[in-house]
């Protein structure tokens, strides 16, 4: 099927936000990724099993992830079932055992909400994660993630190095974010925000989104399928790519430009991107793939 292609320009504050931005999110060392791995030389591993009631009718799971995967598996049962594996690798002996005093897993669980929380040294005070990694601690801990909730389920997952997230079958909200990896969400419905920093975005709906949503990524493309029924006000910006679309699609008009007043004068902001009109028109759906393309996909 020949796609639509639509061109984009944005403005140059936003291209030198967003390379500061990547460079603060990556952390990677100025020595290399080898040094810090070739003096890991003591590692264990141990699996976390838990299961939590799932029965209320608005349920969140969150899952705050430092390292590694998150999987989140939509099933028919009503409770949340986890295995979490955590894997601990460290300099020397005495460092293996730091990491185990250190870095800890909070399980929290209230009425409509089962929390997962990856807490250490490593966080801030805000809950974001420090750029100081293995040559600054002398060890690495990794959780990997694998749940099973409701399918009513809604979802706030996070991680920031070393893992993927996967959401399969979960019909409820979520808003899902990763740092320096990928999200793939399938069968999956409601309304949210999914945004990859340094990774690829693909979500596949089985029901459209009922609501405002925005899909995103910075050094990544992002490609949405809907069902054939779409009906929606899409807004659509990248720096460094392409946007194609199954859709037919309708011009909208143009939005104002935001206006500020400064000392007397009316500064107004550019570079926001274009709107188009699928079908009748509904919920506003917001995409942005700076160095990337955008791809939105009829699904079978």
């Known amino acids: 099927m020949k796609k639509r292609l639509f061109v984009l320009l944005a403005c140059m504050a936003c291209v030198v936000s967003g390379q500061r931005a990547a460079v603060a999110?990556?952390?990677?060392?100025?020595?290399?990724?080898?040094?810090?791995?070739?003096?890991l030389t003591e590692s264990d591993s141990e699996e976390i099993h838990r299961t939590f009631a799932?029965?209320?009718?608005?349920?969140?799971?969150?899952?705050?992830?430092?390292?590694?995967?998150?999987?989140?598996?939509?099933?028919?049962?009503?409770?949340?079932?986890?295995?979490?594996?955590?894997?601990?690798?460290?300099?020397?002996p005495e460092k293996l055992e730091e990491a185990k005093r250190e870095v800890k897993l909070v399980v929290e669980e209230e009425a409509g909400v089962v929390r997962l929380f990856v807490d250490g040294p490593q966080r801030c005070p805000d809950g974001s994660v420090r750029e100081l990694g293995v040559?600054?601690?002398?060890?690495r801990v990794h959780f990997d993630f694998t749940l099973r909730v409701p399918r009513h389920a809604e979802v706030d997952l996070r991680t920031v190095n070393d893992g993927e997230i996967r959401v399969t079958g979960v019909r409820g909200g979520?808003?899902?974010?990763?740092?320096?990896?990928g999200i793939e969400m399938l069968d999956v419905g409601g309304a949210g925000r999914v945004y990859a920093l340094n990774g690829e975005v693909h979500v596949s709906?089985?029901?459209?989104?009922d609501g405002e949503s925005s899909f995103g990524s910075l050094n990544g493309d992002?490609?949405?399928e809907f069902r054939r029924d779409l009906a929606a006000e899409l807004r659509l910006?990248?720096?460094?790519?392409?946007v194609y679309s199954d859709f037919e699609v309708s011009a909208v008009p143009r939005e104002v430009p935001e206006r500020e007043q400064r000392d007397g004068k009316n500064f107004y902001r550019a570079g926001k991107g274009f709107g188009v009109r699928v079908g009748s028109g509904g919920p506003r759906l917001e995409f942005n793939a700076f160095n990337g393309d955008i791809r939105i996909v009829k699904r079978d």
């Open 237 to 242: 910006k990248t720096f460094n790519g392409e």
């Open 222 to 224: 992002v490609e949405i």
């Open 205 to 209: 709906f089985e029901r459209n989104p």
């Open 54 to 92: 799932g029965g209320a009718r608005s349920l969140q799971v969150v899952v705050d992830n430092m390292s590694g995967s998150i999987e989140v598996v939509g099933h028919d049962v009503d409770r949340v079932e986890l295995v979490a594996r955590r894997t601990n690798q460290a300099r020397s």
């Open 25 to 39: 999110a990556t952390g990677t060392s100025r020595h290399g990724g080898d040094w810090d791995e070739r003096r």
């Open 174 to 181: 979520y808003d899902v974010e990763n740092i320096n990896g």
């Open 135 to 139: 040559r600054h601690y002398g060890y």
